[in-house]
């Protein structure tokens, strides 16, 4: 069984910059890959980004690239999301996701976090 809790989320305006980290109970961390998922309101879920066990293979979806930057530290059992130049359609309650195969498809995951609302103003 794995525990996820995200922090981080918050109130920015757009263009600003917020990072999101999201702590895991377990101890073989690095045996899990980890991703970042959101959901708008209305919306379904999206995938954000994933980023395997050791670190070397990472996903971005096309909407974030360039912008969002996945990052993780096994010793510290947390993965991170910095995101810059947020817009206002990044606003959503973001979700870390932990599974033992690194996947960008949200059903694929075994254990989710409880979310952290990001809400970005103009």
């Known amino acids: 069984q794995v525990q996820l809790v995200e922090s981080g989320g918050g109130l920015v305006q757009a263009g600003d910059s917020l990072r999101l980290s999201c702590a895991a109970s377990t101890r073989t961390f690095s045996s899990y890959a980890m991703g970042w998922f959101r959901r708008a309101p209305g919306k379904e879920r999206e995938f954000v980004a994933a980023i395997s066990g050791g670190g070397i293979r990472i996903y971005y979806s096309d909407s974030v690239k360039g912008r969002f930057t996945i990052s993780r530290d096994n010793a510290k059992k947390t993965v991170s999301l910095q995101m810059n130049s947020l817009k206002l359609e990044d606003t959503a309650i973001y979700y870390c996701?932990?599974?033992?195969?690194?996947?960008?498809?949200?059903?694929?995951?075994?254990?989710w976090g409880q979310g952290t609302q990001v809400t970005v103003s103009s």
């Open positions: 996701a932990a599974d033992t195969l690194i996947t960008t498809k949200g059903e694929e995951y075994d254990y």
